[in-house]
């Protein structure tokens, strides 16, 4: 099923998570980052907070995307400030645009997330590409 292009500009649930201290110390472990004595979050940590959802692939489902058939293809921040913990960060994600390649073998969502403070400055922008494979291919 080819994924319908009125999706975009489809603004999604935000998340708002307030960064723990432990968390952030387990997420630096894992990934092997030297965590700084300031407490600062990892870049890659940002993409975490739509993690939080119940459901954080839903969006997915509701735009009739079969999840055996998708891969998780690109994923860019674009960085505005620093946060640290104990900063209460909220993710307000929207899609941004579908197209396909291959003749409609491969479907492309750019979920675009924009990430800021509770004071509402910004943290950063990421920027998400899911791949879905036709199994028709």
Do not use: C
């Amino acid at each position: 099923m080819a994924v319908d292009p009125a999706i975009i500009g489809t603004e999604l649930p935000s998340t708002t998570m307030t960064v723990d201290e432990g968390r952030l110390r387990f997420f630096s472990t894992v990934i092997g980052h030297e965590i700084s004595a300031d407490l600062a979050v990892p870049p890659t940590f940002l993409f975490s907070i739509e993690l939080e959802n119940p459901n954080p692939f839903a969006w997915l489902a509701n735009a009739g995307v079969d999840m055996r058939f998708v891969l998780h293809g690109e994923q860019s921040f674009t960085y505005h400030s620093l946060a640290h913990a104990g900063d209460v960060l909220t993710a307000k994600p929207r899609i941004a645009d579908t197209y396909s390649k291959g003749g409609g073998a491969l479907e492309f969502i750019v979920k675009e997330t924009a990430v800021s403070r509770a004071d509402g400055s910004s943290v950063a922008d990421l920027s998400t590409v899911i791949i879905v494979r036709s199994p028709a291919q």
